[in-house]
């Protein structure tokens, strides 16, 4: 983890520990709201790359919160949680190969072509494995149905992470 980051949770967890984590994970969310609402609106150019970093931000660092708070309402939980004997996270991404809602924004906003790389050569479920993650790749809506069949009655039994990466095609149109 980088510094700026770690200063970055830091900081949450001391407007957390001030006004309380549910408080803190609900405005936060409220401002994660405000900033994806903006997205809609025409902005000019540096504002919206702005408004997108905002929205990011409340949207992700929420998340943290939402897990600070789960934490502290459900201690047994997270005890158990960290012992092995419940089941943990499960991932499901849809994988496009590029930030697809931000291509169509920036081409939206007659910036034309968008200014970062596509990465259709990233594999989630690759990287999910090379980290000792448990991972499924599926191309098709048929592959996924078997994988689904598969994995969901075996959920509550699991004692590790899962990563389903999904594999879809980029919408070509954006029209919020």
């Not at 899962?162 to 954006?174: N, W």
């Amino acid at each position: 983890m980088d510094v700026r980051r770690a200063r970055f949770l830091a900081g949450l967890g001391l407007v957390a520990n001030r006004i309380g984590t549910r408080t803190a994970a609900l405005v936060w969310f409220v401002l994660a709201a405000v900033f994806l609402a903006l997205l809609t609106v025409r902005l000019p150019g540096a504002a919206i790359y702005v408004t997108v970093l905002l929205a990011g931000v409340f949207t992700f660092s929420s998340q943290v919160l939402v897990y600070a708070y789960v934490g502290q309402r459900y201690p047994d939980a997270s005890e158990r949680r960290r012992s092995g004997s419940t089941p943990t996270n499960r991932v499901v991404v849809l994988a496009n190969g590029r930030y697809a809602v931000m291509d169509r924004l920036a081409e939206r906003h007659g910036t034309g072509k968008a200014p970062w790389p596509a990465f259709e050569e990233v594999s989630v479920s690759g990287l999910a494995t090379a980290l000792g993650c448990p991972a499924v790749r599926v191309e098709d809506h048929d592959a996924l149905l078997r994988v689904l069949d598969e994995v969901v009655p075996t959920l509550t039994l699991r004692a590790e992470p899962l990563v389903v990466e999904v594999a879809v095609e980029p919408d070509l149109s954006f029209e919020p």
